[in-house]
Antibody, heavy 113, light 109 residues
Framework: EVQLLDSGGGSVQPGESLRLSCAAS????????MTWVRQAPGKGLEWVSG????????NYADSVKGRFTISRDNSKNMLYLQMNSLRVEDTAVYYC??????WGQGTLVTVSS | DIQMTQSPSSLSASVGDRVTITCRTS??????LGWYQKKPGKAPKRLIY???HLQSGVPSRFSGSGSGTEFRLTISSLQPEDFATYYC???????????FGPGTKVEIK
């Protein structure tokens, strides 16, 4: 059974950093691209970032480019999202996803002064 | 960047109704489109992949059609558990550089 466990969310002030983690199990992690999406309160789903299976290629939404970094450790079946220079508008539930078919339960990030 | 539109943005329907949601993309994405159901507090759930294929475990009342720039999600007979927001997602790139549609909220009439 595919399982994705998001963690690392919390409450921070603008300009601070957080690192989200996603622990994957139930599939051959190193064979799949992974992604992060988010949903701000009262808003729609927004794709945030994606990473290829080997970790060598990444993509970012314009709204987070230069501030967020996606990475993965295929030896540990872990996906990460390093979020720097956080803004109020980054407040959202963040979900990690396996190639679009399975998603974690989400982790809440709140950025507020 | 690929732009996505969905119509309608919301609809009211009754149990048993047939519902169709349309998604349009700004460029040809072949069949690289999925449909997702989102309920408050829950993770997104994929219903349809590659435009027309039913995700395993999803009821057959859900179906997808279309290719290129116009796609449709149809619910043949709306059930109480189907009241949710539905999103299309284009995934015409690797590594992922995807775009969600703005969503269609399906409410009880």
């Amino acid at each position: 059974e595919v399982q994705l466990l998001d963690s690392g969310g919390g409450s921070v002030q603008p300009g601070e950093s957080l690192r989200l983690s996603c622990a994957a199990s139930g599939f051959t992690f190193r064979n799949y691209a992974m992604t992060w999406v988010r949903q701000a309160p009262g808003k729609g789903l927004e794709w945030v970032s994606g990473i290829g299976a080997s970790g060598g290629t990444t993509n970012y939404a314009d709204s987070v480019k230069g501030r967020f970094t996606i990475s993965r450790d295929n030896s540990k079946n872990m996906l990460y999202l390093q979020m720097n220079s956080l803004r109020v508008e980054d407040t959202a539930v963040y979900y990690c996803g396996k190639d679009g078919d399975y998603w974690g339960q989400g982790t809440l990030v709140t950025v507020s002064s | 960047d690929i732009q996505m539109t969905q119509s309608p943005s919301s609809l009211s329907a009754s149990v048993g109704d047939r519902v169709t949601i349309t998604c349009r993309t700004s460029q040809d994405i072949r069949n690289d489109l999925g449909w997702y159901q989102k309920k408050p507090g829950k993770a997104p759930k994929r219903l349809i992949y590659a435009a027309i294929h039913l995700q395993s475990g999803v009821p057959s009342r859900f179906s997808g059609s279309g290719s290129g720039t116009e796609f449709r999600l149809t619910i043949s007979s709306l059930q109480p558990e189907d009241f949710a927001t539905y999103y299309c997602l284009q995934h015409d790139s690797y590594p992922p550089a995807w775009t969600f549609g703005p969503g269609t909220k399906v409410e009880i009439k």
